[in-house]
């Protein structure tokens, strides 16, 4: 029986095995339903102009589109589908390119399956899961900064980013003018020597500050 507020998936990768056996796997889960295929990452667009997916499962290396740019334009396009670079690769260029293109997640492929659902549900809900080896990679390209003179309030907003809040979001939260919170996060920017809200939240994520 389908649960009645299950997480369209959508997957996308070029080998036909790949798209079956994850199929298969979704089906344990009865609060995950699969809505579509795609083989490349032209294909990936098509299918989420429209299925509009909750999460996608996106393959990295494709013919036609790779997986990193179909992520650039379906996260531009379609802000609230989260996608999981899925990869049997974990180079580091890799890692920063799909994150920077709008993945909030990075797994290996022989994540367990437990995984794989629980990964699915945090996306869903914008929250992040990154693999060991992309833990480990993103901690060496940031070159392990710390959290260097942050105020309390500052470290606050950190974690609220860090856990998939807007700056919108963060104001209401908090009670104070979102143009205090964009103020706040370039502080923030600054002191950790970043230049994006993503790479400050990998930062977070490497200092523990989602547990």
Do not use: W
């Not at 990768?13 to 699969?34: C, T």
């Not at 996306?123 to 833990?135: K, M, Y």
């Not at 060496?140 to 809040?165: D, H, V």
């Not at 908090?174 to 939240?201: D, E, F, M, P, Q």
């Amino acid at each position: 029986m389908t649960h009645p507020n299950c997480i369209r998936v959508l997957i996308v990768d070029d080998h036909d095995m790949v798209r079956k056996g994850l199929s298969v796997l979704l089906q344990a889960f009865d609060d995950l339903e699969l809505v579509g295929e795609a083989r490349d990452g032209l294909e990936a667009i098509s299918m989420s102009d429209k299925l509009d997916p909750d999460v996608i499962l996106m393959d990295l290396i494709m013919p036609q589109m790779n997986g990193i740019e179909a992520t650039r334009v379906i996260t531009h396009k379609h802000p609230n589908t989260r996608v999981i670079a899925l990869t049997s690769f974990e180079e580091e260029n890799m890692v920063m390119d799909v994150l920077e293109a709008g993945a909030i997640s990075y797994l290996q492929k022989n994540v367990t399956i437990d995984v794989l659902g629980d990964s699915i549900r945090k996306a869903n809900l914008g929250l992040p899961t990154l693999s060991p080896e992309a833990t480990h990679l993103l901690i060496n390209t940031l070159g392990g900064k710390g959290l260097p003179n942050l105020s309390a309030r500052e470290m606050e907003i950190l974690k609220l980013m860090a856990a998939g809040l807007n700056n919108l979001e963060i104001a209401l939260k908090l009670g104070i003018s979102r143009s205090t919170i964009k103020t706040h996060a370039s502080h923030i920017l600054a002191k950790l020597g970043v230049s994006s809200r993503l790479k400050a939240v990998r930062i977070a994520i490497e200092h523990h500050l989602l547990s």
